[in-house]
Every structure is written in C-alpha cells, then in structure tokens.
C-alpha cells in the first residue's frame, strides 16, 4: 500500500508542529509532509531550516523515522520561473540539504514554465542546478506546475520529477485540463515514472483543498491512470484546517485507502 501522508500545517486548533506530527502517526497516517518554512503566527506552522540547527534536526530525524514516505515542501516564495533562477536556488539550496538531515525523499518545489521562449534556456539551467543539489543530497524533488510537463520530461533527469496537484488542476474551470481534453488520467499517463508525489484535495466551485470525493476532481479517473503507470509513491493529503474538520481528515484517509485499495 503507498504511504498516505498528511501535510502538517494546522490541524483543528493544533498550531505546534510537534503536536501536528503526533496526530498524523496516531490517526493511521504512514506517510508525513512538512513544510520547510515557519508559517504564520495563529495560522499555520512548519519547520523552517534556520529554527532547526544540528541537534534539532537529529532529534527530528528520529521523530520522522516511523513513517515510510516523508516529504518536505520548500517556502513559498522560492519558485523556479523566469530565466533566472539564482535567488531561488538559494532558498532551495538549504531545503534541500534541511531534508536530507531529517532523512526526507521527497522535496517538493514550485514551478513555471517559461512562456517566452527566450526565458527557457535560463529555466533549463536554473532546473539542472536543482536537479544537481537534489543528486549530490540523494533526494528527488517534485516540481509542483500545472503545465509545461513536456519540459519536464525532456530533462529525463532522475532526481527531477512532478508533483502533482490534482486539485490545482481544476482551477479556472479546469483550464489546466484543456489541453488533456479535461481528463485528469491522461496527465497521470503523460507523466509516467517522473510523477513522483502526489497532493490530493478536492475542489467545489472555486473552493479547493476539501476533502477528496465531496467536490468536481475525477478520482475514478486518476486512481485507473496511477495503476497503469504502476504509481509507486506517496498520497499526500493536503487539506485547509479551515474547511476539514479533524474528523474529516480522519475519513478523508479512510476514503483514500478504501477508493485506492479497491
């Protein structure tokens, strides 16, 4: 069974990371995702790099180690769009070696795909440095798009893949999917072996990160298209505590393993 994981962030009133953690491994979780930044005070929490020095991070190493899939989600504000990537390099530079200390496979990054032509050979390079600080860490990280796989796939780097976010999908009327005649599967089947993760919410109207089966995402579809390609990864949850209650998360695990397993 893959590791279904939950994105800590807020659970109910739940604000402490450490908490959060605790709750997902009590709750039947397998998997974890954190995010690799402090979140906002009264809001939501994370585990930023600069908060966390060596002996933090071991600590936290052993904390991490019950669950079979771990992912960390890089801040905000370090995406890689335009040509020139350096100043999120940076940023991504110490997520990454932050995840390899807490024995994490999975960081996922924002990206853009250069609509300009002339911004993609400067893309490509920023990606290749990623890629390269992924490789010599051992990770793999998941760029988080919604379109531009192709370029993805041209890179056929190893340490380079997708995170999909079937919600984000179905933003602006599904426009994502225009280009896949509006079927979530022939993404799956597009992308193959380089979906390495997953971030699963549902989306009602113009409201996303509901609980999965309650909104418009075609999860029949994409549970067919991950059997095909043989999806090997982790199913990460990504929730808004503001709209999933902890009882609900506690079902959307449940739905998840049940739809999955069937």
Do not use: K
């Amino acid at each position: 069974m893959n590791p279904i994981s939950m994105m800590a962030w807020r659970i109910g009133n739940l604000l402490d990371v450490s908490e959060q953690v605790e709750w997902i491994a009590a709750n039947g979780f397998t998997g974890i995702s954190l995010h690799a930044s402090a979140g906002t005070p009264g809001q939501w929490r994370g585990l930023a790099p600069a908060d966390c020095l060596p002996p933090c991070r071991e600590d936290w190493r052993g904390r991490l180690a019950r669950f079979a899939g771990r992912e960390i989600h890089a801040p905000f504000g370090a995406v890689m769009q335009g040509s020139d990537c350096a100043v999120a390099l940076v940023t991504l530079a110490e997520t990454i070696a932050f995840a390899a200390g807490l024995g994490v496979g999975i960081v996922t990054v924002h990206a853009e795909v250069p609509r300009e032509p002339a911004a993609l050979p400067g893309w490509r390079e920023g990606i290749r440095q990623l890629a390269g600080l992924a490789g010599r860490h051992g990770l793999v990280v998941g760029l988080e798009l919604t379109g531009g796989f192709g370029e993805v796939l041209e890179l056929a780097d190893p340490h380079i893949g997708v995170t999909l976010d079937v919600g984000h999908m179905y933003h602006h009327d599904a426009a994502p999917l225009i280009p896949f005649g509006g079927d979530l599967g022939a993404v799956v089947r597009l992308l193959g072996e380089r979906l390495v993760h997953l971030h699963l919410h549902d989306v009602v109207g113009a409201t996303d990160h509901v609980a999965p089966g309650t909104g418009c995402v075609d999860w029949a579809g994409l549970f067919a298209a991950l059997r095909d390609i043989r999806y090997q990864g982790m199913f990460c949850l990504e929730l808004n505590p503001d709209r999933v209650s902890p009882e609900s998360i506690r079902a959307s695990r449940e739905w998840l393993a049940r739809n999955w397993g069937e």
